[in-house]
């Protein structure tokens, strides 16, 4: 099959030298002239954790002129409609689009191009951006972190379905998932908790979650997320292993006591990580706050569950964009508030 990377930021540099080292062959797409220029010049080079460089072949997506079976996309959500509508042409007919986004993004490409050509895949490890081509590794290089969780929002599964787990297996570890909404929560309720606040004190996972208060409103966006996830009916599944909320729910003191301690190990792998909102921030261009904490609120709207700590995220971050605030630990000040009253 024919497949492509849409989206040569921080995880698709990365995503597409593993691939590229195995000696996989397939296209990036991508919409920045000086990027492609310097994937094919130097290829696609990580850093950090591991040290790699994979030749590859760049284009940019007003120059596509092939069919493909299967397109990862890997860019921001922003804009996705016009973003999906324009890659969908990209396809054969029966050709599918897998999500490699934070948040549901399954449930807006799925309007555009049907259920039935919609994949999703939650990305268990992260990255940052360091210049055209180049991209960091934060995470654990064993397999064992590198993890992907892919499944459908209907349970489908086709040929094209089996070629995406062979794919990302090439990387890190393929996790099938039946109950895929329940996957995707547990990476939103990570996003929402640890590159919520990455954003909003300008820190990497780790230096947020050392910080006791920084810490302490990591757990109650947590809690939120879990409280929201329960009244929807979403069974939250494990990652990586680990079950969140067995290990950080909670409803008496000395389990919540339990839960703050927890969460400096349990990102540990993961603690060098910056969030790509807070990358966005530095780079001045807009975030997906709205997709991130902005999607547990809407949830929790609709389901009738107060979100005070994420509806804050949300809050500080879009000021942030705006020039009203900078990203840093004087922020974790605006929760305290909620503390009293929750």
Known sequence: ???????????????????AKSGEKFDIIDRN?????????????????????????????TEVTEKYDIIFLFTKQIGNEKIVDKIAKFLTP?????????????????????????????VGWGATRLDYGISELTSEP?????????????????????????????????EIEENFLGARWVKLLINSAFSGMSAVCGATFGEVAKNKY?????????????????RAKIKIEKIQGKD????????????????????????????????????????????????????VCDF???????????DKVVEIVKKIEKGELTPNFDNVHMFYALFKKN
């Open 1 to 19: 099959m024919k497949y492509a990377i849409y989206g040569a930021g921080s995880l698709g540099i990365v995503f597409s030298a593993y691939l």
């Open 33 to 61: 002239p000086k990027s492609v220029e310097a994937l094919n010049t130097n290829g696609a080079i990580v850093k950090g954790k591991i040290e790699m460089q994979g030749k590859v072949h760049a284009i940019l997506d």
């Open 94 to 122: 029966d050709g599918v689009i897998c999500t490699m986004q934070n948040g549901l993004p399954e449930v807006s490409v799925a309007d555009r191009i049907g259920e039935k050509r919609t994949y999703g895949c939650a």
């Open 142 to 174: 064993e397999k064992q972190y590198l993890t992907f969780s892919v499944g459908s929002l209907d349970g489908h599964r086709d040929e094209k379905f089996d070629e995406i787990v062979r794919i990302v297996s090439i990387m890190g570890t393929a």
């Open 214 to 230: 920084s810490r302490k409103v990591i757990q109650r966006i947590i809690k939120e997320c879990i409280d929201v996830a329960d």
């Open 244 to 295: 969140v909320v067995k290990l950080l729910d909670y409803h008496n003191p000395i389990k919540k006591l339990i839960s703050l301690k927890i969460i400096p190990l349990a990102i540990k792998k993961h603690a060098k990580l910056k969030a790509s909102m807070l990358q966005d921030i530095e780079k001045g261009i807009p975030t997906e706050i709205d997709s991130i904490n902005g999607m």
């Open 300 to 310: 929790g709207q609709r389901y009738g569950v107060k979100t005070p700590f994420n």
